[in-house]
């Protein structure tokens, strides 16, 4: 199994952009997709997950601002980022869980995501 993130860019503040994140491989049942990131010196947080297709939880920092999707028919997801800031530079993972999976997830390659003037 194997998660391919891609979407990530240089963008203005008050920008947008939007992550995407493909599973390829056999997977069992998906629980949850989300998307987390690491800025340098820090250590990985959530960004916002979505499970069973439905359910989203997000970080209070971009509660509003960020919108998760899931294309089950294509085992994706998606981060819609708006009105992106300064703080939110950092490189976004995507992760898999599923019912048979490892408790961790599965991790995607990282995608760079920079805010900057």
């Known amino acids: 199994v194997q998660l391919q993130a891609s979407g990530g860019g240089l963008v203005q503040p008050g920008g947008s952009l939007r992550l995407s994140c493909e599973v390829s491989g056999r997977v069992d049942r998906i629980v949850t997709m989300g998307w987390y990131r690491q800025a340098p010196g820090k250590a990985r947080e959530l960004v916002a997950t979505?499970?069973?297709?439905?359910?989203?939880n997000y970080a209070d920092s971009v509660k509003g601002r960020f919108t998760i999707t899931r294309d089950s028919a294509k085992n994706a997801v998606s981060l819609q980022m708006t009105s992106l800031k300064f703080e939110d530079t950092a490189v976004y993972y995507c992760?898999?869980?599923?019912?048979?999976?490892?408790?961790?997830?599965?991790w995607g390659q990282g995608t760079q995501v920079t805010v900057s003037s």
């Open positions: 979505i499970t069973n297709g439905v359910t989203t």
């Open positions: 992760n898999l869980q599923t019912v048979l999976g490892p408790i961790s997830g599965i």
